[in-house]
T-cell receptor
Framework: KAGVTQTPRYLIKTRGQQVTLSCSPISGHRSVSWYQQTPGQGLQFLFEYFSETQRNKGNFPGRFSGRQFSNSRSEMNVSTLELGDSALYLC????????????????FGNGTRLTVT | QQQVKQSPQSLIVQKGGISIINCAYENTAFDYFPWYQQFPGKGPALLIAIRPDVSEKKEGRFTISFNKSAKQFSLHIMDSQPGDSATYFCAASKPDYKLSFGAGTTVTVRA
């Protein structure tokens, strides 16, 4: 079974631009979560989608948004990019429900490395 | 605020030695405690997980010890190998809630 697939792997953008990242979950997984990973802040939760509905949201500004499609694929959008948005953006999927549990653990993709110049 | 506190930030161990990483949490409603392993250029991969009704879980050379009363849990890597060199994250969650991660520990195993 294929794992979580994130595209693109690398992105270089300029301040003020916007960017869209894509995530394809493991087949059959209905929950998709997004995390931002930086050396200083570690893994920070952005939001989670389940059955096309946002179920949980982290403490990020409204410039960060996402959506989930009927096939469970998800996209994340960041508008008006800032230098501080440079990070590894990780998508993770789980089988059922929301969040993560012993019977429905999170499985991560290899991330999209975003660099804002 | 950080809901899971992890220490140390980094550690170096000789091949064959034991690596120990500690985590503490505050929210007593947490009922799921996984550990993730991350290699450079890769996403975190689930290594081992425990529920609070169990005090210890072992999978190969990796063991989680859980102390519910102290709200602490730890990862022990026995017989550490160079291939274990990675960053390890502890995490905690409860139903319908995000998975909250510790800050991570970079483990270096010297041959």
């Amino acid at each position: 079974k294929a794992g979580v697939t994130q595209t693109p792997r690398y992105l270089i953008k300029t301040r003020g631009q916007q960017v869209t990242l894509s995530c394809s979950p493991i087949s059959g997984h209905r929950s998709v979560s997004w995390y931002q990973q930086t050396p200083g802040q570690g893994l920070q939760f952005l939001f989670e989608y389940f059955s096309e509905t946002q179920r949980n949201k982290g403490n990020f500004p409204g410039r960060f948004s996402g959506r989930q499609f009927s096939n469970s694929r998800s996209e994340m959008n960041v508008s008006t990019l800032e230098l501080g948005d440079s990070a590894l953006y990780l998508c993770a999927s789980s089988l059922v429900g929301t969040g993560s549990s012993y019977n429905s653990p999170l499985h991560f993709g290899n991330g999209t490395r975003l660099t804002v110049t | 605020q950080q809901q899971v506190k992890q220490s140390p930030q980094s550690l170096i161990v000789q091949k064959g030695g034991i690596s120990i990483i500690n985590c503490a949490y505050e929210n007593t409603a947490f009922d799921y405690f996984p550990w993730y392993q991350q290699f450079p250029g890769k996403g975190p991969a689930l290594l081992i997980a425990i529920r609070p009704d169990v005090s210890e879980k072992k999978e190969g050379r990796f063991t989680i010890s859980f102390n519910k009363s102290a709200k602490q849990f730890s990862l022990h890597i026995m017989d550490s190998q160079p291939g274990d060199s990675a960053t390890y994250f502890c995490a905690a969650s409860k139903p319908d809630y995000k998975l909250s991660f510790g800050a991570g520990t970079t483990v270096t195993v010297r041959a």
